[in-house]
């Protein structure tokens, strides 16, 4: 499995490589913004089996670079992982494409789960 982490803080990304290393055997890139994660989407002819994307980030944010992947790519799981947890913002990422929506803070057994849960709902 290929995961991509966009995040502009690296210590999550290294939190979230963490606690996904328990789903087996995982690779995975990273990226800072949604700029960058344009950049490593288009170097990676495989694709990637899942993206978690933060909202809030500098260049390009989250909702924005869920807008581009789902003009091309209808089907790669997209989870956004974000401090807004308004139900506003859920429907606004849910209209985007978004397939599945974890809250900051989370624990590493709620993001494993919620990773499970949305690549079982994509499959």
Same mark, same amino acid.
Not at 93 to 117: H, Q, R, S, W
């Given at each position: 499995?290929? +995961? *991509?982490?966009?995040?502009?803080?690296?210590? #999550?990304?290294? &939190?979230?490589k963490?606690?996904?290393?328990?789903?087996? !055997?995982?690779?995975?890139?990273?990226?800072?913004?949604?700029?960058?994660?344009?950049?490593?989407?288009?170097?990676?002819?495989?694709?990637f089996?899942? +993206? *978690?994307?933060?909202?809030?980030?500098?260049? #390009?944010?989250? &909702?924005?670079?869920?807008?581009?992947?789902?003009?091309? !790519?209808?089907?790669?799981?997209?989870i956004?992982?974000?401090?807004?947890?308004?139900d506003?913002?859920?429907?606004?990422?849910?209209?985007?494409?978004v397939?599945g929506?974890?809250?900051?803070?989370?624990?590493?057994?709620? &993001?494993?789960?919620?990773?499970?849960?949305?690549?079982?709902?994509?499959?």
């Amino acid at each position: 499995m290929n +995961i *991509l982490l966009v995040d502009d803080s690296k210590p #999550m990304r290294n &939190l979230q490589k963490h606690a996904l290393g328990a789903l087996g !055997d995982v690779t995975f890139s990273e990226a800072c913004d949604g700029m960058d994660a344009m950049r490593v989407i288009a170097a990676s002819p495989n694709g990637f089996s899942l +993206i *978690l994307i933060d909202w809030n980030m500098p260049n #390009m944010d989250g &909702l924005e670079l869920i807008t581009h992947i789902r003009e091309t !790519d209808k089907k790669t799981p997209l989870i956004m992982v974000s401090t807004e947890g308004e139900d506003e913002q859920v429907a606004r990422a849910a209209l985007a494409g978004v397939t599945g929506y974890i809250t900051k803070p989370f624990t590493t057994d709620g &993001l494993v789960e919620k990773v499970k849960a949305t690549l079982a709902k994509a499959a």
